[in-house]
């Protein structure tokens, strides 16, 4: 390596974002174990009788309370301004919507959108603690959702039925883990009484029947 001062800072500067690049590598693989954990997690108790199930379920619901909690603003994204999915850090401590970023540095920006400091576009690094506080804020309050439904479906007004089985489609069809919710709040009973009813709540019920008797033996039953 030369020895004088502006090559040696250019190797350092080299240095400096091969360690960098380094350990983005490194957070985006741990951001990738911590997914498969999760996702480990939600079968965790699979082996566990439906009468253990309900009364953890139950435990758990009853010490949430009964209102959703309203995002904190820190789950914000300041460019997009929803709540993040996939937040990350850049090399201004500052964290955004990974896709929110990356499109503003793909606009040309180089310049951090809060702070209007310089940017190193190459570093975005996995803010996995806020992620994890942002997904135990959903659950929280999917499991609140999931409990607050049911007594709507039982609902004279067929519009407000019709509503409400809308929601809760789309709520089994986001995660096994809402699913398995919906069957521990017993709502297949509920669900066939609706089969009586007019041609679009049936219709709603089956589908929702179907998903989830589809990968549970005990809701098969």
């Known amino acids: 390596i030369p020895t004088d001062r502006s090559a040696l800072k250019k190797e350092f500067e080299e240095f400096k974002n091969e360690i960098e690049s380094t350990r983005l590598r490194k957070d985006e693989a741990e951001a990738i174990q911590m997914d498969q954990i999760m996702a480990l997690l939600e079968r965790a108790d699979a082996t566990s009788s439906p009468r253990e199930k309900e009364i ?8 949430l309370g009964s209102q959703p909690l309203e995002p904190l603003q820190s789950f914000y994204c300041p460019i997009t301004r929803d709540v993040m999915e996939d937040p990350v850090e850049t090399s201004s401590g500052q964290t955004f919507e990974r896709r929110a970023i990356e499109k503003w540095f793909a606009d040309g920006n ?5 702070t209007m400091t310089s940017l190193n576009t190459s570093i975005l690094r996995p803010n996995k603690t806020l992620r ?17 439904i049911k007594p709507k479906l039982n609902s004279e007004e067929e519009d407000e039925v019709l509503h409400s089985l809308e929601q809760l489609q789309e709520l089994c069809e986001q995660r096994d883990l809402h ?6 709040e017993d709502y297949v ?11 679009d ?21």
């Open 179 to 184: 699913r398995e919710w919906v069957i521990l």
């Open 56 to 63: 953890k379920h139950f435990s758990k619901r009853k010490s």
């Open 110 to 114: 180089k310049l951090c959108p809060l």
């Open 132 to 148: 994890q506080s942002i997904e135990e804020w959903k659950d929280r309050n999917t499991m609140i959702t999931i409990g607050s």
């Open 189 to 199: 009973p509920t669900l066939i009484q609706l089969l009586a009813k007019n041609r």
């Open 201 to 221: 709540i049936r219709n709603h019920s089956l589908v929702i029947l179907c998903i989830l008797a589809k990968d549970s033996d005990d809701a098969k039953v």
